[in-house]
Nanobody
Framework: EVQLVESGGGLVQAGGSLRLSCAVS????????IGWFRQAPGKEREGVSC????????CYADSVKGRFTISSDNAKNTVYLQMNSLKPEDTAVYYC???????????????????WGQGTQVTVAS
């Protein structure tokens, strides 16, 4: 059974940092992407960042480039999202998700993701 479990959310002041973790289990696929998405109240879910399982290629939304960094620890089966210089507009529920692929690539297209975690709340106070 595929499982993704997020942790690390919380309340932080603007300009601060948080690191989210996504523990991945149950995967037996050669190629997949782990992505981070977020959804603020009243808004659609949007892609934030992703990392390929096979070659560690990464992708970022323009809104977080230079502030967020995605990484993975294969020994721990965990993907991290380091979030620096946080802004109030980063406030959202953050989800990690997995997309099964036929080749190594990256994507933040929502409907391409097959498995989702339960989400973790990030609140940035101004």
């Amino acid at each position: 059974e595929v499982q993704l479990v997020e942790s690390g959310g919380g309340l932080v002041q603007a300009g601060g940092s948080l690191r989210l973790s996504c523990a991945v289990s149950g995967f037996t696929f050669d190629y997949y992407i782990i992505g981070w998405f977020r959804q603020a109240p009243g808004k659609e879910r949007e892609g934030v960042s992703c990392i390929s399982s096979s070659n560690s290629s990464t992708c970022y939304a323009d809104s977080v480039k230079g502030r967020f960094t995605i990484s993975s620890d294969n020994a721990k089966n965990t993907v991290y999202l380091q979030m620096n210089s946080l802004k109030p507009e980063d406030t959202a529920v953050y989800y990690c998700a997995a997309a099964l692929r036929r080749v190594p690539d990256t994507s933040l297209i929502l409907h391409e993701y097959d498995y989702w975690g339960q989400g973790t709340q990030v609140t940035v106070a101004s």
